[in-house]
């Protein structure tokens, strides 16, 4: 089956950083989904995006399929960016990646 | 803007008990699913039904049973809950073909 690799597996940043998060994954897929995870454990559509380009707000991602990957970009972190992303072959059976883990100091 | 609810954000229930979670979807959407996340495991499937009455075994559907009695309606049912059952339980309905998924709140679960 479809293998989703996400990196990095953790990360800490300043809040007003800026960060880029990957998703690799193994084989073609015509779907690819971020989800944002709150404390709280909700979760939150972020984006769907088999190809291309999207932005909402602070957030964008791109996906490039022929290439198997995905990034996560955000930008001006808040502390209320922290929580996981994951990314998902989304799908019959959704299929997730481990997560990132971020954490955004004050 | 509702999607997916489920029913209780928190349980705590004793071992030996019968537990039902509940997941209701306004999308119209035939296929529903439970997973469940633990630290470390990520997020598993646990059951999925694509259509009333219909269901199909994830990778851990021990000591689980599920019901689809109408379509907007999928519940997950711990038949005697143990302490190893003690999890975040999601609910999530994609759309029709490989479309995005949709997801409840979650309920934590404890069993004591």
């Known amino acids: 089956g479809i293998q989703v690799e996400q990196s990095p597996p953790d990360l800490i940043l300043q809040e007003g950083a800026n960060s880029t998060l990957r998703c690799n994954f193994s084989?073609?897929?015509?779907?690819l989904q971020w989800f944002h995870q709150n404390p709280w454990g909700q979760l939150i559509n972020l984006f769907y995006i088999p190809s291309g380009t999207k932005q909402n707000g602070r957030l964008s991602a791109t996906t490039v399929a022929t290439e198997r990957y995905s990034l996560l970009y955000i930008s001006s972190s808040q502390t209320t960016d922290s929580g996981v992303y994951f990314c998902?072959?989304?799908?019959?059976?959704?299929?997730f990646g481990a997560g990132t883990r971020l954490f955004v100091k004050a | 803007d509702v999607k997916v609810t489920q029913s209780s954000r928190y349980l705590v229930k004793r071992t030996g008990e019968k537990v039902f979670l509940e997941c209701v979807q306004d999308m119209d959407h035939e296929n529903m699913f439970w997973y469940r996340q633990d630290p470390g495991l990520g997020l598993r499937l646990i059951y999925f039904?694509?259509?009333?009455?219909?269901?199909e075994k994830g990778d851990i559907p021990e000591g689980y049973s599920v019901s689809r009695e109408k379509k907007e309606r999928f519940s997950l049912i711990l038949e005697s809950a143990s302490t190893n059952q003690t999890s975040m339980y999601l609910c999530?309905?994609?759309?029709?073909?490989?479309?995005?998924?949709?997801f409840g709140q979650g309920t934590r679960l404890t069993v004591v």
């Open positions: 039904s694509y259509d009333v009455k219909m269901k």
């Open positions: 999530a309905s994609p759309g029709p073909g490989e479309t995005e998924a949709f």
């Open positions: 084989d073609s897929v015509n779907n």
């Open positions: 998902a072959v989304a799908g019959f059976k959704t299929i």
